[in-house]
């Protein structure tokens, strides 16, 4: 039998010779100037990427973050403050040009440009080098930016009291008393004395904890009608039996914490 004897080979046009669209292109005789983007740039963006996640999630177990006390609309003296990594945008509202009637140009123009710039930064300076001198404007312009944030947030932070503001909004602990609904004295508190004293007499930043209370049954009768302190007088309007019962449970609930 013959090579090839009955073996017939057929072609197509629509198939090319080489198929080449799936292969990098060779960029050996330039080394260090340049790489094929997939999958070469690619991944080591992503395995930098990943190291970064993986170290943040683990500091994040590590570190929780702190949360202030219970949020209190009556305090007037408190000042907001975002996050960290917004401190220099809520900075920059704090210039002539940013505020005020340029509140739009502060909060909108501004960053846009901003924030615009680093995103259109490779595209205004796209030479074939990659060394920093070899790139004036997307290194000029990310070390502008960078300067800039750090700059503004460090104005922001060095007005700040820190460790005053921590101590002052300290989270509330969670408290170990038991509350019982069921009690007669249950409604006239969650009527007149829970908005301020919480649900668990634990208190709040515009009233004091009810929790370890020295007063006695007739003290605190006298306090709901009359106030003491910041507390006002008439907070409770109930009647005379209902108060007998507030107090009652005030101090039932001491009682079983103790």
Known sequence: MHRGKGMKFVGDSRIKAEKTSQIPKDYSEYPGRTEAFWPNFLLKEWLVGAVFLVGFLILTLAHPSPLEGMADPTDAAYIPLPDWYFLFLYELLKYKYASGDFI???ILVLPGLAFGALLLAPFLD???GRRPHQRPIAVGMMLLG????????YTSASHVNWQERAEANKPIPESSVVVDTEHEGFAAYEASCMTCHGAELEGSAAAPTLVGTEHSAEEIATIAKEGIGAMPA???TGSDEELEQLADFIITVNESAE
């Not at 960078?146 to 947030?153: A, D, E, R």
Request: hydrophobic fraction near 60%; charge should be neutral; glycine fraction near 18%.
């Open 104 to 106: 739009l140009f502060g």
């Open 126 to 128: 796209n030479g074939p």
């Open 146 to 153: 960078l300067v800039s944030v750090i700059w503004l947030t």
């Open 234 to 236: 008439g907070i409770f």
